[in-house]
Nanobody, 115 residues
Framework: QVQLVESGGGLVQPGGSLRLSCAAS????????MGWYRQAPGKQRALVAA???????RYGDFVKGRFTISRDNAKNTVYLQMNNLKPEDSAVYYC?????????WGQGTQVTVSS
């Protein structure tokens, strides 16, 4: 079994920054890609950013250079640095791992951007 544990969410003022972390553990043989999705109330879950094992990245259109995804392969951990946060970035952020054993999701971490 594989577990993904997110951390780093919280309350931040508009224009502020947060760094999310997601650590994968368990029966991991190969990680093909890891990514972050978000879901706000009443909206569909959307891709925020993803990174492959080779380092290729992809971002949602709404990111517009504000977020950066990175990973530490030795630690099976992916990070999401979020800068210049806006109230519309408020959502539950989920980590996803695409691995040899299948796709796995974390439990989610709440990000709230409010003054």
């Amino acid at each position: 079994q594989v577990q993904l544990v997110e951390s780093g969410g919280g309350l931040v003022q508009p224009g502020g920054s947060l760094r999310l972390s997601c650590a994968a553990s368990g029966s991991i043989f190969s990680i093909y890609a890891m990514g972050w999705y978000r879901q706000a109330p009443g909206k569909q879950r959307a891709l925020v950013a993803a990174i492959t094992s080779g380092g290729s990245t992809r971002y949602g259109d709404f990111v517009k250079g504000r977020f950066t995804i990175s990973r530490d392969n030795a630690k099976n951990t992916v990070y999401l640095q979020m800068n210049n946060l806006k109230p519309e970035d408020s959502a539950v952020y989920y980590c996803k791992g695409i691995m040899s054993g299948g796709d796995y999701w974390g439990q989610g971490t709440q990000v709230t951007v409010s003054s």
